[in-house]
Nanobody, 128 residues
């Protein structure tokens, strides 16, 4: 059974930092597509970043470019989201997602394939 477990959320002030973690189990990790999404109350879910774990290629939403960094630790089957210079508008529930199976750079990064597995989410709150 595939499980994605997020951790690292919390409350910070504007300008602060947090690092989210997504640990994958029951899942063949290498060469997959993984991503971070967020959803604020009353808003649609937004893709924040994604990574092709077979080569570490990444993409970011314009709203987080230069502030957030997605990375991977293959030995730990874990994907991270380092969030710096946080703003109140970053407040949301953050979700980790993974492709159903093995992916490719083209499918993950260029074609922006859909994700099949989702975590339960971790709350990030940024106060002004």
């Amino acid at each position: 059974q595939v499980q994605l477990v997020e951790s690292g959320g919390g409350s910070v002030q504007t300008g602060g930092s947090l690092r989210l973690s997504c640990a994958a189990s029951g899942y063949t990790y290498s060469g997959n597509c993984m991503g971070w999404f967020r959803q604020a109350p009353g808003k649609e879910r937004e893709e924040v970043a994604r990574i092709y774990t077979g080569g570490s290629s990444t993409t970011y939403a314009d709203s987080v470019k230069g502030r957030f960094t997605i990375s991977q630790d293959n030995a730990k089957n874990t994907v991270y989201l380092q969030m710096n210079s946080l703003k109140p508008e970053d407040t949301a529930m953050y979700y980790c997602a993974a492709s159903y199976g093995e992916s490719t750079y083209y499918r993950c990064i260029y074609s922006r394939e859909n994700f099949g597995y989702w975590g339960q989410g971790t709350q990030v709150t940024v106060s002004s």
